[in-house]
């Protein structure tokens, strides 16, 4: 959506002629979004319409305008094949062209996009602290008294609520009990038990609203042990996180799992690989000091990649204690951390000379039993470009994050693909990334979340795409097959049409298919929720 969008809504045929080929980045980071996909699907369906109310006959279903162009160009073409003397005329000859089918474009001809290099970063990575308000306050033009209905409908969501919409569907009774082992020595406070969670998606996990009231109820119970992994840098313009400050140099230059695509695959937990051949190249993370939670570290560790010529890089802790590392050697996923008293901190990255320096990301964490939520949103993405990653590069940066949970949150951009990606394909490029993962892992518990509703403009439809019942159906078939949990987001919320009822009610973007911060608010709640009451049933089985 534009950043200007009201969410209000225009019958199609009065916006037929309307541009929707918008290319700015939304709030997300998308530079598409299904209301333009929408909008392109009614000018389809009008266009057809039309075409059939003037339509030859009803069972020849082409326009008159259009058999009488057809008709008219071919015997225009046809014309010079009736005498030799017209021979110059011909449009079809059969000269030889020189060309095969593997020939190269000609020059001045349109040329295949870049599929492997870097790009520019979208700007200056700033800290968005400030926005982590948008979980208790939605950003809408309604009047005060709508706004106060949907206020109050959210704080009675948090904290009151005992049971969730939606239980978490483990026909095996046993998929998350490693996660759940690992919660009851937190809750039990032994000493160096951390709890750790991974949690993959696409931009609803990038914007870290669902996933960071998770984090925050997770935390608020069981004990704040870091905030976990995040990007030295926004490789999106809608990635960030809450309850860390984050802040980067526009100078390092990009390659993600979505394009444009590192040559060896190489992207370190987060999916995107930031590299630099300059000077003085920074970033910097640190706690929070906006809200209760992320107050306080120990420890940073930074993931890198040592290379042949490999650059160096400073570490600095509140302008205090130093370490430089070098990134020289043999090629090999690398990480350096700095420890400090466990309290408030900065950690700043510097490049100190115009060597190549490529970085991953960074971990926060605490000497405390508790809770990490390492949020790993990858804007545009489908769980396919999951496995553009060097397969052992992966399975390393799976084995050091040491998840007790890992949860796919993937579909909302396969909804927008529609027929163009069979389920069949889908189910097994799915399975595929999930077997890797069950290699990589194969001590932690894992889930898939399928995902939220998607809204759409055609009332015939229960203003849903029919798109999502059959992915969410085909995530929790799949769940199932491999003794995965599931989260079905979809029913949580209320099935079919239910986002069109969070948009009315500030909770679903103008978009159609994101939560607002308030609509992340509720269903990272519901997911919390879900847990707890999956985590009280194991909790049963294994009293003494």
């Known amino acids: ?39 392109a699907a009614d000018v389809r369906y009008l266009q057809s319409r039309r075409t059939a109310e003037d339509a030859l006959s009803p069972s020849v279903p082409v326009s008159r305008k259009i058999a009488l162009t057809f008709a008219a160009v071919w015997f225009l073409i046809a014309v010079p094949y009736a005498h030799p003397a017209l021979s110059k005329w011909r449009l079809l000859s059969a000269q030889e062209t020189g060309m095969t089918d593997d020939a190269p474009i000609a020059a001045g001809g349109p040329m295949p996009t870049a599929s492997v290099g870097e790009a520019k970063l979208p700007g200056e990575t700033f800290d968005q602290q400030s926005r982590a308000k948008e979980l208790e306050a939605g950003d809408d033009n309604r009047g005060p008294i709508a706004k106060k209905k949907t206020e109050l409908a959210v704080a009675n969501n948090v904290g009151k609520e005992k049971k969730p919409p939606r239980a978490i569907d483990d026909p095996s009774g046993k998929a998350l009990d490693a996660f759940f082992a690992k919660l009851a020595r937190v809750e039990n406070k032994e000493p160096g038990a951390v709890a750790r969670v991974l949690y993959y998606g696409d931009s609803i996990v990038a914007s870290d609203f669902v996933t960071g009231q998770l984090r925050r109820r997770l935390q608020s119970r069981f004990g704040d042990a870091g905030h976990g992994y995040a990007l030295i840098a926004n490789a999106w313009p809608g990635w960030f996180h809450i309850d860390v400050a984050r802040a980067a140099s526009a100078d390092w230059r990009v390659s993600t799992c979505v394009g444009p695509y590192a040559a060896d695959g190489f992207y370190g937990l987060g999916c995107a690989s930031f590299q630099t051949r300059a000077k003085g190249v920074w970033s910097t993370i640190g706690t929070a000091d906006l809200a209760e939670w992320g107050r306080n570290v120990a420890s940073f560790e930074l993931e890198f990649l040592k290379q042949p010529g ?79 990653q060097d397969d052992a590069h992966f399975a390393a940066v799976l084995k050091a994050a040491k998840p007790d949970l890992i949860v796919l949150a993937f579909g909302s951009n396969e909804i927008t693909d529609g027929t163009m990606y069979p ?37 015939t439809q229960g203003r849903s795409r029919p798109m999502v019942h059959f992915i969410t159906e085909n995530e929790k078939k799949l769940a199932a097959e491999r003794g995965w949990a599931f989260w079905d987001q979809y029913r949580a919320m209320g099935g079919g049409g239910s986002m069109w009822s969070w948009i009315q009610a500030g909770l679903g973007s103008p978009d159609m298919f994101h939560p607002t911060g308030q609509g992340g608010t509720v269903l990272g709640n519901w997911e919390y929720l879900a847990l707890m009451q999956a985590y009280d049933d194991y909790r049963q089985r294994h009293a003494e």
């Open 310 to 388: 490999g650059g160096s890089v400073e570490l600095i802790v509140d302008d205090g204690e130093r370490r430089v590392i070098s990134t020289d050697g043999e090629t090999a996923l690398d990480w350096a951390a700095i420890t400090a008293p466990d309290g408030a901190h900065k950690l700043t990255l510097r490049t100190l000379d115009d060597k190549p320096v490529r970085l991953f990301g960074v971990r926060m964490e605490r000497a405390v039993p508790g809770i990490t939520l390492s949020a790993c949103g990858i804007t545009g993405a489908r769980a396919r470009f999951l496995d553009k």
């Open 423 to 459: 389920m069949d394909q889908y189910r097994e490029t799915l399975a595929a990334v999930m077997e890797q993962i069950e290699k990589a892992a194969p001590d932690a518990a894992r889930m898939l979340a399928g995902p939220p509703d998607m809204a759409s403009n055609n009332p």
């Open 1 to 39: 959506m534009g950043t200007g969008m009201q969410p209000n809504y225009v019958d199609p045929e009065l916006r037929l002629e309307a541009d929707a080929s918008d290319e700015g980045h939304d709030v997300f980071g998308e530079l598409g979004t299904t209301l333009d996909a929408d909008r």
